[in-house]
């Protein structure tokens, strides 16, 4: 049954347990990405981890999390989204903590994989919730706005946890949070899941949508390429003398940086060509990667940093609004949203190999060339699927979120 649209005071005050379970959600689903350049650093200073092993602890838990959610979401028509994020929360609280008193190294990969699974568990979770809802485009842009700010509060103070827990004082941190959520994550009850004898209708592969394949690449070289750089932003930091509190105050502020970015792609989105919106974002992309890793100064870093969040932020909308050109279902959203998160496991493996046996400028000079990579040989094929002039779509979440 359709319903009149709510004013936004309305719509929060009618949903505001799930909305803040949302933004918690995800937050915790973000966290594991965004503060990786920090549990990077905690690894290798705290438990001797070389580089390319530290890199594919990271690449094991973001992978993790997305074979999660891959996994789950065969079966996201069956499960209760309540159950499964804070099942997937308590999960993430009990491997952080492990990871704080772990030494081994198998041990922290077998750790770092449960603690990605329990945050794609959430993650999942979250995205069933929001579609439950009448306007999930308003659900959404609230929820990601609520975690934005809960990031940006964590990014800050997560640096000055080894001061008062030891160099692996980070996941104690994150322990901690995961588990203190779980009684907002209750905010998902409002969401029962699908209805029962109602099976999912039949569609097509998401591969065979014209236009795909050139999507999916050029968005699996921007999340390779950008994980090669990025990951190892903290360590590019400490090697050219910064102090770790000034890493970590550009890292954090970084996060915030990044609402010029999807700020941008709002107010843009109806003046400003696709193509070029997406040729801007990515190249924009690999000159961030390039800025981070060949960074000499506290300015240079910190411009590296905020381009990266700008431009990054700024194509991620871009890429959703093609994919929901091309596929108005939204699988193809949500497929490029886990090939996003495959992409982000790989390079940072790949950056860690990169770090120890090249050297730390190496992986913003590989990370640019495979973002270029994708523009010059993914583009193409999806300039040919997109319409020769259409009202882009990428900032009307956003549009309608604060409207």
Known sequence: MNRPPLH????AARHWALLLAMSFGS???HIATTGMPLQVGALMDGTARTASEAGLYAFV?????????????LLVARIRPVRVAIAGAVLASLAYTGLYFAREFWIQLALGGFAGLGFGMVYSANIAAGASVDDADRAYGIGFGG????????????PFTSTRFGLLGIFACLAGFSLISTPVLCGFKEASGVRKGEPPPKRRAVWRTEG????????AAFSTGTAMAYVFAERI???????????????????????????????FSQRLNRRVALVVGLAGSALACFLIGHATSLLLFALG????????????????????????SGRLGTFGSGTERLGYAVGSWIGGLLAQHVSYSSTGTFGCAVCLLGLILGYPTLFRALPRRDSSSAGAATNQAIS
Do not use: P, R
């Open 212 to 219: 795909a394949a050139g999507l999916i690449f050029s968005w």
């Open 27 to 29: 937050t915790l689903a």
């Open 305 to 328: 940093i905020w381009l990266f969040w700008i431009f990054t932020m700024f194509l991620y909308c871009y890429l959703l609004g093609s994919a929901a050109i091309l596929d108005d």
């Open 8 to 11: 936004f005071a309305q719509f």
């Open 147 to 158: 975690s934005l700010l809960l990031v940006v509060s964590i990014m800050t103070l997560l």
């Open 237 to 267: 930091g400490k090697n050219i003398h910064l102090l770790s509190t000034d890493v970590g105050l550009v890292l954090s502020s970084g996060v915030f940086v990044g609402l010029l970015g999807t700020t941008s792609a709002a107010l």
């Open 61 to 73: 838990e973001v992978g993790s999390l997305a074979l999660g959610m891959i996994l789950l979401s």
